[in-house]
């Protein structure tokens, strides 16, 4: 997989999938910086609605373009950067203790290093804040469809369903439960990823004895009854990825 960003007009009307191999719409124009780099992609929806997204959230996957879910870069971005600053901070108090750097210039860069993280920090709280709403879309949208499942078999066991549309409809079902799942995984990943980061750089600073460097997933009452309610394989509620 690489970053189609040189080659991206190759795909000017051709379709755009998520990760998960949905249906996103087609790539219609871009925004090109006057170094001719491609910062933007304009996208025509499956519901008609016209979208600009990063570049950096595009990919192409052998003939076919994947866009990325914005949060999932952001993630990344944050686990780099925090880890990042904070061993800034520590050679800073190792220079400071060699006498290599002069007390007042380390009071100014030790607040700018102090600022720069309290920052990223409230930006990773944010994300995940937002991981959380997007689990919940996703339990939501299991719920529904596992629940459409029992209505069809219901109607199906009675008679009110042809053998034909019943096998049509599971189909689609069975697909929305597979993409559902693996989609709240995929959150639940980076969730754990952002809490393991940030668990990591404060047990780093004030290290405590025999603490866990995992920080368990706090998922609300209404994720755990989903969670436990429905069968795994089949599956991920869509969570659209716009700037």
Request: proline share 5%; with cysteine.
């Amino acid at each position: 997989m690489s970053h189609p960003t040189s080659n991206l007009f190759l795909y000017v009307g051709k379709p755009v999938n998520d990760e998960y191999g949905r249906s996103i719409g087609r790539i219609v124009s871009f925004s090109v910086n006057p170094t001719g780099r491609v910062t933007n992609v304009f996208l025509k929806h499956e519901d008609g609605e016209f979208r600009k997204y990063s570049s950096e959230q595009f990919r192409v996957d052998g003939d076919n373009v994947v866009l990325l879910p914005s949060i999932k870069l952001r993630v990344k971005t944050l686990c780099d950067e925090i880890p990042l600053i904070w061993r800034k901070e520590q050679a800073l108090d190792e220079l400071l203790e060699k006498k290599k750097v002069p007390s007042e210039m380390y009071n100014e860069l030790q607040k700018t290093f102090e600022g720069a993280l309290n920052q990223l920090k409230t930006d990773a709280k944010a994300t995940t804040d937002n991981i959380d709403k997007y689990i919940f879309r996703c339990n939501t949208q299991i719920r529904q469809l596992n629940s459409a499942l029992i209505h069809l078999e219901i109607e199906r066991e009675i008679g009110r369903i042809d053998e034909d549309s019943y096998r049509t409809a599971i189909e689609m079902i069975q697909d929305g439960l597979k993409w559902a799942h693996a989609e709240r995984q995929d959150l639940e990943a980076l969730k754990n990823q952002l809490s393991n980061m940030l668990l990591g750089e404060t047990t780093a600073i004030s290290p405590q004895p025999e603490e866990s460097t995992k920080e368990p997933s706090e998922t609300s009452e209404a994720q755990e009854t989903a969670s436990s309610a429905l069968p795994e394989p089949p599956v991920v509620v869509h969570v659209k990825s716009e700037n």
